[in-house]
């Protein structure tokens, strides 16, 4: 029977990983470093990944046999202090590594980004094997620990598995310091008919994933069998491409009177480096990937 210990467990991504693994009757232990502000529907510690005693503690007390590892510090927030980021960032993964390996762990999942491609890469459209030249730190951290997967699943035989997201749009909770977080926050605003200002260009073009297909698409790769998959680092994976000036005018025709002013700041310059398009082909034929949701079927979710 599945146990599931999720790191960084009260980010995007967590809090619906717990919903999905509750109603499937899976047993789940959260962690992160603060208490929720809501009881979850699952068991909770306060843990810091960069403690591996904790952790190893916490996983042999609870007969964990699935790691989901989703600590780390984002985009936008990881250039405000790199040598933390790569510290949070990749001894954590380290630590999960080590714990794997001791506790014989079968299956880890670690998010990567479309952070790791850069201006080496073809923007346009970004396949899957494209030149990886990221120009962050999260970026960075993020390619070396793609790297690492490769190198250690076949060194200790492990199953560390990767999806390369790109932003995620989720309402029930917050953005968490991302360079894709202009798109929460002119919905949530716009939609209050308040003005926003982006911190992007207006025709600044990223491509962007809703909630549901990431977590859906990302427990479908995960139980598919491991044979199936080609791909020995981190899946491409994206759901629709959009610009901020798009988003504006989707939202206006929806009826919403707030307005939007550009003021592009480092996240901008950022941003320049990513993709505008996203070739999933591979988690296509691979494990059957397909997005659902396009720009449209997403803001539905909201205004319904």
């Not at 491409?236 to 491409?241: A, H, R, W």
Request: hydrophobic content about 35%; some cysteine; aromatic content about 12%.
């Amino acid at each position: 029977m599945e146990r599931v210990l999720i790191t960084g467990a009260l980010g995007q991504l967590g809090i619906e990983f717990i919903k999905y693994f509750k109603k499937n009757n899976i047993y789940v232990l959260a962690t992160d470093i603060k208490s929720p502000s809501k009881e979850l529907s699952c068991d909770f510690e306060i843990a810091d990944a960069l403690d591996k005693e904790h952790l190893d503690l916490l996983v042999k007390k609870n007969k964990i046999n699935t790691i989901y590892h989703l600590v780390a510090v984002l985009s936008a927030i990881g250039e405000t202090n790199p040598i933390n980021s790569w510290k949070v960032n990749m001894n954590s993964f380290h630590n999960i590594i080590e714990i794997s390996i001791e506790n014989k762990i079968k299956k880890i999942f670690w998010p990567s980004s479309i952070a790791v491609f850069g201006t080496k890469s073809n923007l346009e459209m970004v396949d899957q094997n494209s030149i990886l030249n990221p120009n962050t730190i999260y970026g960075i951290s993020k390619f070396a620990g793609e790297k690492l997967i490769e190198y250690y699943n076949k060194k200790f035989e492990l199953d560390i598995r990767s999806i390369r997201y790109p932003g995620i749009i989720s309402f029930d909770t917050k953005p968490g310091g991302g360079t894709t977080d202009y798109v929460m926050e002119m919905i949530d605003s716009m939609s209050k008919g308040n003005d926003y200002q982006c911190f992007l260009e207006k025709n600044t073009k990223l491509p962007m994933l809703y909630i549901d297909d990431a977590i859906l698409g990302t427990i479908r790769y995960m139980n598919t069998n491991k044979n199936d998959l080609n791909v020995k680092d981190s899946y491409n994976i994206s759901g629709f491409s959009i610009s901020p000036y798009e988003l504006e005018k989707k939202l206006n025709e929806n009826g919403f009177k707030g307005n939007v002013k550009y003021k592009p700041d480092y996240r901008n310059e950022i941003a320049k480096t990513w993709p505008k398009e996203i070739n999933d082909f591979d988690a296509k034929k691979d494990w059957g990937w397909k997005a659902k949701f396009g720009l449209d079927e997403t803001l539905a979710i909201k205004f319904k």
